[in-house]
Nanobody, 126 residues
Framework: QAQLVESGGGLVQPGGSLRLSCVVSGFTLDRYAIGWFRQAPGKEREGVSCISYDDASTYYQNSVKGRFTISRDNAKNTAYLQMDSLKPEDTGVYYC???????????????????WGKGTLVTVSS
């Protein structure tokens, strides 16, 4: 049974850093594109950063470019989102999701991902 479990969220002050992890089980990560999505209070879920299944291409939402870095460790079946210089507008529930043989475009709105995690809450506040 496929499962994705996010961790690493929490409360952080503006300018701080967090690293989110997404551990997958029930399948091997190396054939899947990975997406990190977030849903802020009162807003729709949006794609933050995505990486193609072969690591050849990445996507970052304009608001996080230069501050967030997506990566994966296929040997550990784990995806990461390093978040630096956090801002209050980065607050939200962060979800990871995967799409077999997908590209960077899986960050598109309402893309049909194969599996989703349940999310981890990130709060950026002083």
């Amino acid at each position: 049974q496929a499962q994705l479990v996010e961790s690493g969220g929490g409360l952080v002050q503006p300018g701080g850093s967090l690293r989110l992890s997404c551990v997958v089980s029930g399948f091997t990560l190396d054939r899947y594109a990975i997406g990190w999505f977030r849903q802020a209070p009162g807003k729709e879920r949006e794609g933050v950063s995505c990486i193609s299944y072969d690591d050849a291409s990445t996507y970052y939402q304009n608001s996080v470019k230069g501050r967030f870095t997506i990566s994966r460790d296929n040997a550990k079946n784990t995806a990461y989102l390093q978040m630096d210089s956090l801002k209050p507008e980065d607050t939200g529930v962060y979800y990871c999701a995967v799409k077999e043989s997908g590209g960077w475009y899986v960050c598109a709105h309402n893309y049909d991902m194969d599996y989703w995690g349940k999310g981890t809450l990130v709060t950026v506040s002083s």
